[in-house]
Nanobody, 123 residues
Framework: VQLVESGGGLVQPGGSLRLSCTAS????????IAWLRQAPGKESEGMSS????????AYADSVNGRFIISNDNARNTVYLEMNGLKPEDTGLYYC?????????????????WGRGTQITVSS
């Protein structure tokens, strides 16, 4: 199983970014992908997740209303549209997968992780 993230970078407060996560190396049609953030000196925390079988989604309170997660099953890709970015959104963003239904934001419930992409929100 391989997950590859892209789309990170430096952005000013209030700006937007779109992250992509492309998954490969498996044939399961039922899985959940989450985006998790690890801020400097902190443990990783789930920001958003999507069950690709029905496109149901979940968001952490800190990003609800600002971030939008979506999937393109034909490309095995999940996106995270990030709007209204704040300095506290800074961190290393990972996508991770588990082969179960559900929308957990608990990092311990994800089996495979990408290498991450850095987002820095600063003026």
């Amino acid at each position: 199983v391989q997950l590859v993230e892209s789309g990170g970078g430096l952005v000013q407060p209030g700006g937007s970014l779109r992250l992509s996560c492309t998954a490969s190396g498996f044939s399961n049609s039922t899985y959940t992908i989450a985006w998790l953030r690890q801020a400097p000196g902190k443990e990783s925390e789930g920001m958003s997740s999507i069950d690709v079988s029905d496109s149901n989604t979940a968001y952490a309170d800190s990003v609800n209303g600002r971030f939008i997660i979506s999937n393109d099953n034909a490309r095995n890709t999940v996106y995270l549209e990030m709007n209204g970015l704040k300095p506290e959104d800074t961190g290393l963003y990972y996508c991770a997968i588990n082969f179960r239904q559900g929308l957990s934001l608990n990092s311990k419930e994800y089996d495979y992780w990408g290498r991450g992409t850095q987002i820095t929100v600063s003026s």
